[in-house]
């Protein structure tokens, strides 16, 4: 099972990031992107997915880790002293017990990008990519890629949905998880290209936009890493996706 470098897991490591320091000049083009797909659905279970969205994934954090840095400024009387740190700030056991007890909910890892398939085995293949950015479930009233898998030629062929997380690497071999990039139009544009190389690059059936023409505008190196229990559809798969 892949890990989700998120909010809770750091803090379950005792370390708080500081947000300021997530900037996209710092990814290390050689090091890579990757996408960890691990949630996989029969389309026709998608509404199971809680609706996803890098807007409201990225204000949540922003806000979560913004009152947490008020917790130990305030109630505990610390420095920040962030000019000693890098991107993460180690935090006191008991400390990261008080800010897990007054936010209670702590902000999951956002999966960004699905990748609709049809087809069992080797013969299941990718129709259709796209990037959850919605606030609303993009299912909700018919999705125009599902009304396409209604043609004949999809007749009788297993159709699922998958989800993943998407991760950057610094140049120091620092995990960036794509919703901790600062600013959020940063962030969005990281995504946008992930989505248009990836489309260019895979050449999903029902897709239209970005199929024929390369519209990416950041060289990057993506691994796709898939820990679904459904397949290993695109496991260690390498997309090279170029301006």
């Known amino acids: 099972m892949s890990i989700h470098y998120s909010l809770d897991y750091y803090l379950r490591t005792g370390y708080l990031p500081i947000l300021d320091r997530f900037r996209r000049d710092d990814i290390s083009i050689e090091l890579e992107c990757f996408i960890g797909i691990d949630v996989c659905f029969p389309l026709h279970n998608v509404l199971d997915m809680t609706a996803q969205s890098l807007d409201v994934t990225w204000n949540a954090l922003k806000e979560y880790v913004d009152k947490a840095l008020h917790i130990i400024t305030e109630q505990y009387r610390e420095e920040l002293d962030i000019e000693n740190y890098d991107k993460f700030r180690d935090v006191d056991k008991?400390?990261?017990?008080?800010?897990?007890?007054?936010?209670?909910?702590?902000?999951?890892?956002?999966?960004?990008?699905?990748?609709?398939?049809?087809?069992?085995?080797?013969?299941?293949?990718?129709?259709?990519i796209g990037k959850t950015s919605s606030k609303n479930h993009r299912f909700t009233g018919g999705h125009s890629a599902a009304l396409k898998l209604h043609?004949?030629?999809?007749?009788?062929?297993?159709?699922?949905?998958?989800?993943?997380?998407?991760?950057?690497?610094?140049?120091?071999?620092?995990?960036?998880?794509?919703?901790?990039?600062?600013p959020y139009e940063d962030a969005l544009n990281l995504l946008d290209n992930l989505e248009a190389g990836l489309i260019f690059n895979l050449k999903p059936d029902l897709n239209r936009t970005h199929r024929s023409r390369n519209n990416a505008k950041y060289d990057i190196v993506v691994n796709i890493e898939n820990y679904s229990s459904r397949s290993n559809l695109l496991h260690n798969k390498q997309v090279y996706i170029q301006k």
């Open 151 to 182: 043609d004949p030629i999809y007749d009788g062929m297993m159709k699922h949905i998958y989800f993943g997380t998407v991760t950057f690497i610094d140049n120091d071999k620092e995990y960036m998880p794509l919703e901790f990039i600062q």
């Open 94 to 128: 008991e400390i990261i017990r008080e800010i897990k007890s007054q936010l209670t909910l702590i902000p999951p890892a956002c999966y960004p990008i699905y990748i609709i398939t049809v087809g069992e085995g080797y013969d299941e293949k990718v129709v259709y």
